[in-house]
């Protein structure tokens, strides 16, 4: 496929089948693009559950015409007893990836949910609560087939899960699954069901709150029922970055979204005019080393910042640093990378509301904890926090960083462009490999999300910090990169680690052009 899908009354993208069709399907109903994506991240959650849960964590950006964007941090922070001290006591010199430990902070997509129902109402949205949840129940409890990609991500990941209660039980009670075989989760569709009814807010103060932090205390997590209880998510104002072909939003800390616009402001300086040659693979790759250099020496809980993140995005630093790329010849990189299993999803609706939205649990199956009384999957987002004094230092109450970061555009042509892709550290790289592709350089939308990609550094469990190539790139631009200084590998055609992306673009006329990624399990659905 491609060529992007088009429709003028309402589309949603998504990384698998059902949760796009959820959101469409509340479309058709009535609903408007918030509502829309509130379904398809439900359905998400449950037939894509090595990528996200409800246990997890979103954000989103809503653009809706005649307003300025805003933006939901739905992150939870870490539990109120997680502290260094905490850790070292029971023999730990850093916090581990899987398991009850992992599992320290508070999930916020829920939280995130209840935001963008408020905003949604205050659009004329009218569609039940209960009618949004009602697919995500259906698939939970009727069961749904297992993908390709969850039956290898269960295969290879195995060995550090088998040990977190509950995730033997929830996905491999008989084995390892085989493509096609059929997950009921019947404790989540339950909890789905009673939130659809009750309202959302019973995830943080009533009985499937109760429920989640019993079963989180009662195997070894710190998360006790008052961090539940004072969650709430945050309405906000996102980054946003201008450039010659318009302006581009993104997520603020302790997000990296600042590292995404970086990147594109930075590349909008070197003054490439051709897509997939030398001058723009080479020239977003060091665009990304200058951005990841300043997002990790600044970007964490923003409450332990010491820098505007916005002064990243000014006229000075970004001239400042572009001067500093060298267009023939590759920054040296060795770099540490933020790991990290998601899925993204785009709506727009006839009205020209566009909703750009991150859900994740960070690792793959997050921390492997599954509540039996409520199904839900915990997160190990608090993994990627540190135990030494920085901006990323563990503590109580502290956001950990996130490599979550939906991406909208406003374009001067009057389009409006919402897209974005899991991948943790390759989330900035994809989204702008598709926004030069197809902004800057005239790419059809699924012509840009089809053609090959990169990835600079780790990722999945890979210790290598090489430039990762998908196959499908010219063998003379490869040479090209290689003769740059660039540590070049190449990896298969159509790789996961290149990320799962996806975007819609709303034309001036009313025109909505979608488009999904073949590396995933998705589709664009629309009316």
């Known amino acids: 496929m491609l060529r992007s899908r088009t429709a003028l009354g ?17 479309l058709r109903d009535g609903g408007n693009a918030v509502e829309a994506m509130i379904a398809a991240a439900a359905t998400i959650a449950v037939v894509y559950p090595h990528m996200n849960a409800i246990g997890g964590d979103g954000f989103w950006i809503i653009a809706e015409p005649g307003k300025e964007p805003v933006a939901i941090r739905a992150c939870g922070g870490a539990a109120g007893i997680a502290t260094p001290d905490f850790y070292r006591e029971q023999g730990h010199a850093a916090i581990p990836a899987r398991g009850p430990l992992a599992a320290l902070t508070v999930a916020g997509a829920i939280g995130g949910w209840i935001k963008a129902s408020e905003i949604a109402k205050g659009m004329g949205g009218v569609i039940p609560l209960e ?40 996905y491999a009670a008989n084995g390892i699954p085989a493509i096609g075989d059929v997950l009921k989760q019947p404790a989540l569709g339950a909890t789905l069901e009673h939130l659809g009814k009750v309202g959302l807010d019973d995830f943080y103060r009533g009985d499937i709150a109760r429920n989640n932090a019993k079963g989180l205390t009662s195997v070894g997590s710190p998360i006790r029922p008052s961090d539940l209880e004072n969650y709430h998510a945050k309405v906000m104002t996102p980054l946003s970055v201008r450039l010659s072909a318009g302006t581009v939003f993104n997520m603020v800390p302790p997000t990296q979204g600042v590292a995404s616009l970086m990147i594109l402001g930075l590349f909008d300086r070197l003054g490439v005019t051709a897509g997939d ?88 199956f997050g921390s492997g904890i599954v509540v039996p009384e409520t199904g839900v999957l915990w997160q190990n987002r608090g993994a990627s926090f540190t135990l030494h004094e920085g901006p990323n230092q563990l503590g109580p109450g502290r956001l950990p960083f996130h490599t979550l970061n939906p991406a909208l555009a406003r374009l001067n042509d009057g389009s409006v462009l919402t897209y974005g892709t899991m991948g943790g550290e390759g989330q ?15 790419q059809d939308l699924q012509e840009a999300i089809t053609a090959p990609r990169w990835l600079l550094g780790k990722t999945w469990g890979d210790e290598t910090t090489t430039l990762k190539l998908e196959n499908r790139f010219d063998p003379a631009l490869i040479d090209q990169l290689k003769s740059a200084g660039h540590a070049v590998e190449i990896v298969g055609p159509y790789e996961d680690m290149m990320g799962h992306a996806g975007g819609i673009r709303l034309r001036s006329n009313g025109v909505m052009e979608g488009a999904t990624d073949p590396r995933a399990d998705g589709a664009v659905s629309a009316i």
């Open 10 to 26: 309402g589309m949603v993208t998504a990384p698998h089948h059902l949760a796009a069709q959820a959101g469409r399907d509340i």
């Open 131 to 170: 009618r949004l949840l009602a697919d995500a129940v259906h698939h939970a409890k009727t069961g749904m087939p297992v993908t390709k990609s969850q039956v290898e991500l269960t295969t290879t990941k195995m060995a550090e899960l088998k040990g977190s209660p509950g995730f033997v039980d929830t």
């Open 277 to 364: 040659r030398f001058d723009h693979i080479h020239g977003l790759i060091e665009a990304t080393k200058r951005a990841f250099i300043a997002r990790n020496n600044h970007v964490g809980d923003p409450d332990r910042m010491t820098i505007d993140p916005a002064s990243l995005l000014s006229t000075e630093m970004l001239d400042r640093e572009a001067a500093k790329i060298n267009m023939k010849t590759a920054q040296p990189w060795p770099h540490v990378a933020k790991p990290g299993d998601t899925i993204w999803m785009g709506t727009v609706d006839a009205n020209g509301v566009a909703v750009s939205y991150i859900q994740s649990i960070f690792w793959e």
């Open 428 to 442: 900035p790289q994809t989204q702008s490999a598709v926004f030069t592709r197809n902004v800057l350089f005239g």
